[in-house]
């Protein structure tokens, strides 16, 4: 979601409770275009009453107001895995105590909440407001010169509760194993705060990858249009490009690094919400650790990878002389891909070796038949084939593979 004039606006009597709700790998950056106002209602997004609302890998960025804003009513909450930057506008409400600009906002929340491996450079004033919220975890987390221009604040605390407002008193906050630079709790106007833990967290100086620059004003328009290399992706440097190939790709991040059967596997990822499934050995997964941030950043890194699946919602590649050798049994193992491609369909069929595709219809009659070799990808005309369904089957050394169409 981007370049909206508003975020998303709300009031108690608009938000119906959301349950279950996941917002995952999306990115959120130049809202609120018109500038409406930041204290209150605009900024990147806002969600309000929610019941186990999970946000997981958002990247929001050089929106003209808060990150992401979590504003009343949401209960069992997590975020995480999240990067938030360069977001900003005119640096605090009337009266110059509430800051216009966090990088995530949260205010009248009944927990239990959980931020967790977030990272946050570089927004207006601070890195967090928790105002008038209870049993919130914030946890390993990277939170890098928020509010750099003026205060440098990582976590902007209030509690203004009064008989008839119906917020919580702000208490049960742990802040634990966070990695910061600046003033890590700011003490807000309103009642005291209680049970809040700073637990084993690190003033930290150093940051990989460019910085931005925000100024604080009243002007609504994108501050970063020519700082973040959006443009560069992912899709155009797969273009043309089929399984078996060895591709450059740009990466702005990548997800965390996990064993998976032997093997090292990751996501990395571009600023047009396209992933790819890297498998890698030992060696590759050491170099892809120390060259590709785990957050995202404004400029890309070219990272060198052979492809070995090619679908329009799945990408999959592999690093490393260890990890060839297996994806290479593997893609003479699996089964080929159909996709919708215009007016047909195109296969991918990534077998090592001979092999033959035939296409018949419900009554085994032959209405296609190809011979191969290696991996390929044929594109069928849809005009050309009979309507209904049709089965396509693809012979190798390693047996038949069965798929299918539906010709309207």
């Known amino acids: 979601m981007w370049g909206n004039g508003e975020g998303a606006q709300g009031g108690c009597e608009t938000c119906p409770k959301l349950e279950n709700y996941l917002i995952e790998d999306c990115i959120f950056r130049r809202n609120n275009q018109c500038g409406e106002g930041t204290a209150y209602y605009n900024g990147g997004t806002k969600l309000l009453f929610t019941d ?63 931020l967790r491996n977030n990272t946050l450079y570089r927004n207006g004033t601070c890195a967090f407001t928790l105002y008038e919220s209870k049993d919130v975890i914030i946890e390993d987390n990277l939170f890098y010169e928020n509010g750099y221009n003026e205060n440098d604040w990582v976590a902007y605390l209030r509690c203004y509760v009064t008989a008839d407002n119906g917020r919580y008193p702000t208490h049960d906050i742990t802040l634990r194993n966070n990695r910061y630079t600046g003033t890590l709790l700011k003490n807000c106007w309103g009642n005291e705060q209680y049970n809040i833990l700073d637990d084993n967290n690190t003033v930290i100086s150093e940051f990989t990858g460019p910085l931005p620059h925000i100024d604080y004003t009243t002007s609504p328009s994108p501050q970063l249009l020519d700082f973040v290399e959006e443009e560069t992706t992912i899709e155009d440097a797969l273009a043309g490009a089929t399984p078996g190939d060895n591709v450059t790709i740009p990466v702005f991040g990548r997800k965390a690094i996990v064993e998976e059967g032997g093997l090292w596997v990751t996501e990395v990822y571009d600023l047009d919400c396209r992933y790819v499934k890297l498998t890698m050995d030992e060696g590759a997964r050491n170099a892809v650790e120390n060259s590709i941030t785990n957050y995202a950043i404004a400029t890309p ?96 050394a390693r047996g038949c593979r069965t798929g299918r169409m539906h010709i309207h």
């Open 301 to 396: 890194t070219g990272l060198d990878m052979k492809l070995t699946l090619k679908e329009e919602y799945r990408v999959e590649a592999v690093i490393g002389d260890a990890v060839l050798a297996a994806a290479n049994d593997r893609a003479s193992r699996s089964s080929f891909s159909i996709v919708r491609d215009g007016a047909g369909y195109s296969l991918s069929v990534p077998f090592q070796g001979r092999h033959s595709l035939r296409v018949v219809d419900t009554r085994g009659r032959t209405v296609l038949w190809r011979r191969g070799h290696g991996s390929m990808t044929y594109r069928l005309d849809a005009g050309r084939l009979p309507p209904g369904m049709l089965l396509c089957r693809v012979y190798s």
């Open 52 to 114: 186990n609302l999970v946000i997981d890998g958002l990247i929001s960025y050089d929106n003209y107001g808060v990150g992401l804003w979590l504003d009343f009513g949401h209960e069992s909450f997590t975020v995480q895995n999240c990067t938030i930057f360069g977001n900003h506008a005119n640096g605090y409400s009337a009266g110059g105590s509430n800051p216009q600009i966090a990088g995530i906002a949260m205010e009248g929340n009944p927990g239990p909440g959980v």
